[in-house]
Nanobody, 121 residues
Framework: EVPLQHSGGGSVQAGGSLRLTCKAR?????MAWFRQAPGKDREEVAT???????TYAASVKGRFTISRDNTKRALFLQMNALEPEDSATYYC??????????????????WGRGTQVTVSS
């Protein structure tokens, strides 16, 4: 068992949509989605803090939306207009401590096992 549970990955055609869900066991101020494709560095996709301030990687801004439900301790990533370049393993992550900014990968100390997203052309 892992502290962060993913769901919602899958395979879609270019232009399609997927919604990823991650549920944490405790409330955390900073929550984020990362992704990593084979042979590539891990990329920070989006972050959201406890008062719903968000940041996005330039590559996904306007297409992806990060959100959270604090009562359910859930994190979501709505992915629209998916492109083959979005294919990767997506990971949710949380920071045990609160930070002024949530964008830094170094803040995150709890990671899910990841869910595969495959976008075909």
């Amino acid at each position: 068992e892992v502290p962060l549970q993913h769901s919602g990955g899958g395979s879609v055609q270019a232009g399609g949509s997927l919604r990823l869900t991650c549920k944490a066991r405790i409330y955390t101020y900073c929550m984020a989605w990362f992704r990593q494709a084979p042979g590539k560095d891990r990329e920070e996709v989006a972050t959201i803090n406890g008062v719903f301030t968000t940041t996005y990687a330039a590559s996904v801004k306007g297409r992806f939306t990060i959100s959270r439900d604090n009562t359910k301790r859930a994190l979501f990533l709505q992915m629209n207009a998916l492109e083959p370049e979005d294919s990767a393993t997506y990971y949710c992550a949380v920071a045990s401590d609160s930070f002024t900014q949530c964008w830094s990968e170094a803040h995150y100390d709890s990671w899910g096992r990841g869910t595969q997203v495959t976008v075909s052309s």
